[in-house]
């Protein structure tokens, strides 16, 4: 996926990580989360139907047993001073 955004520049920003200390019944089964962020909703509907975006689909779900997909307006309620990184080896 890194590769993708990387690819397209209609996406403003992605950011992703695995679930480090979550319960089961609050995850459902869901390990891992991804957020992209576009300026606007014409840059989403043109990078959901980009052909690498496409293709990527195509063979990240056949690798999936389920997913959960939003699409929604943020609303940043407070932003972040630094990026902090959790490591779960």
């Given at each position: 996926m890194e590769k993708l955004v990387s690819e397209v520049d209609l996406v403003k920003?992605?950011?992703w990580g695995k679930d480090v200390e979550g319960e089961e019944k609050?995850?459902?089964g869901f390990t891992h989360a991804f957020l992209m962020t576009f300026d606007k909703k014409e840059d989403y509907v043109?990078?959901?139907?980009?052909p690498n975006h496409v293709e990527f689909s195509a063979t990240?779900?056949?690798a999936i047993e389920k997913i959960i997909l939003?699409?929604?307006?943020a609303v940043l309620v407070k932003a972040p001073k630094s990026s902090t990184t959790f490591s779960n080896n």
């Open positions: 920003s992605l950011e609050l995850r459902q043109a990078f959901a139907g980009h990240f779900s056949v939003l699409d929604f307006p």
